[in-house]
């Protein structure tokens, strides 16, 4: 059940124009709860919290899609018309990412993706693979020094956090990394091969307790963790609070205005009240309406 504030933000989103009253939701001050931000810190060994015997829904479990997205559109009628409106399937997987890797490989491909067009990450890290990687086919290693060879990324396997760790620096440079992204790799590598961290625990770990983990990796921001638990842990009710797209479509979506600064981390967790357990798919979903809107800010 939504709450008075959160009925009252749906109303407005259907409503033409943005009235002066509806307008206070953006003006009326909001009590800050503490947020995890980026942290430059390596973890230290203590064996982060994991939640013991308890099993934690993902958006790959059986029925889990469709019963999301026929609360959504009940709870959010105008996000139900962006639903049936749009042709592609739901789906909370990444184009880079293979269904069936690690924890450990998603945030290493999720450093080096960092910052980069798709395209451009994708060929630094294919150009890693062919460096570290094992070939899954041994008959195509006669392709390994041909730069103009149909490598793919499925073809190999990704080097183990144990080897990450034993790299040099300067090496992974030459694939196109840079100093500060060999680094980061390193430093995840170095939880996952000292034990500090593991598939296990993050699998067992809340979404709480998995952000305040990574965010303490070097190299591992709020945004990073956001999208690691959407797309790789299939989280449901992840809001990436962070992603400039969201921010954007939800503001459109809400009839509220965008700004610099605004809407604030806690004016979007209020704004999206109603789409609780399953803001990650109504995110997806915010992002297909991105793609079709323009927004100035103020």
Same mark, same amino acid.
């Given at each position: 059940?939504?709450?008075? !504030?959160?009925?009252?933000?749906?109303?407005?989103?259907?409503?033409?124009?943005?009235?002066?009253?509806?307008?206070?939701?953006?003006?009326?001050?909001?009590?800050?709860?503490?947020?995890?931000?980026?942290?430059?810190?390596?973890?230290?060994?203590?064996?982060?919290?994991?939640?013991?015997?308890? +099993? %934690?829904? &993902?958006?790959?479990?059986?029925?889990?899609?469709?019963?999301?997205?026929?609360?959504?559109?009940?709870?959010?009628?105008?996000?139900?018309?962006?639903?049936?409106?749009?042709?592609?399937?739901?789906?909370?997987?990444?184009?880079?990412?293979? *269904?069936?890797?690690?924890?450990?490989?998603?945030?290493?491909?999720?450093?080096?993706?960092?910052?980069?067009?798709?395209?451009?990450? !994708?060929? @630094?890290? $294919?150009?890693? $693979?062919?460096?570290?990687?094992?070939?899954?086919? +041994?008959?195509?290693?006669?392709?390994?020094?041909?730069?103009?060879?149909?490598?793919?990324?499925?073809?190999?396997?990704?080097?183990?956090?144990?080897?990450?760790?034993?790299? *040099?620096?300067?090496?992974?440079?030459?694939?196109?990394?840079?100093?500060?992204?060999?680094?980061?790799?390193?430093?995840?590598?170095?939880?996952?091969?000292?034990?500090?961290?593991?598939?296990?625990?993050?699998?067992?770990?809340? *979404?709480?307790?998995?952000?305040?983990?990574?965010?303490?990796? !070097?190299? @591992?921001?709020?945004?990073?963790?956001?999208?690691?638990?959407?797309? %790789?842990?299939?989280?449901?009710?992840?809001?990436?609070?962070? *992603?400039?797209?969201?921010?954007?479509?939800?503001? %459109? %979506?809400?009839?509220?205005?965008?700004?610099?600064?605004?809407? +604030?981390?806690?004016?979007?967790?209020?704004?999206?009240?109603?789409?609780?357990?399953? !803001?990650?798919?109504? &995110?997806?979903?915010?992002?297909? $309406?991105?793609?079709?809107?323009?927004?100035?800010? &103020?």
């Amino acid at each position: 059940m939504t709450s008075r !504030r959160s009925a009252r933000l749906l109303a407005k989103a259907a409503s033409p124009i943005l009235t002066p009253k509806a307008s206070k939701v953006l003006k009326k001050p909001v009590t800050k709860k503490p947020v995890v931000r980026v942290a430059a810190v390596v973890l230290s060994t203590k064996v982060p919290a994991v939640d013991a015997g308890v +099993t %934690h829904a &993902t958006l790959a479990d059986p029925g889990m899609m469709e019963a999301a997205i026929l609360y959504l559109k009940s709870a959010d009628p105008k996000l139900g018309q962006i639903i049936d409106q749009t042709t592609d399937e739901c789906s909370m997987s990444l184009p880079r990412d293979d *269904d069936n890797e690690t924890s450990f490989v998603s945030l290493c491909k999720s450093v080096i993706f960092q910052q980069l067009a798709g395209n451009a990450a !994708r060929a @630094i890290l $294919l150009r890693f $693979l062919k460096r570290y990687g094992t070939l899954t086919d +041994t008959s195509k290693a006669p392709l390994l020094n041909d730069d103009s060879s149909e490598l793919q990324l499925t073809d190999f396997e990704f080097p183990t956090a144990q080897q990450v760790v034993a790299m *040099d620096v300067e090496e992974m440079k030459a694939v196109g990394l840079g100093q500060r992204k060999a680094e980061y790799l390193q430093a995840v590598a170095e939880q996952f091969n000292s034990g500090a961290l593991s598939e296990k625990m993050l699998l067992g770990m809340s *979404d709480e307790n998995v952000s305040r983990t990574l965010v303490s990796i !070097r190299g @591992i921001g709020q945004w990073t963790c956001d999208m690691f638990l959407m797309f %790789h842990l299939k989280r449901p009710n992840i809001l990436p609070t962070g *992603d400039l797209a969201v921010r954007k479509a939800m503001c %459109h %979506h809400f009839k509220v205005p965008f700004g610099k600064k605004t809407p +604030t981390h806690e004016q979007m967790v209020e704004m999206a009240q109603a789409w609780e357990p399953y !803001r990650s798919v109504a &995110t997806w979903y915010m992002w297909r $309406l991105a793609g079709t809107i323009t927004q100035k800010t &103020t």
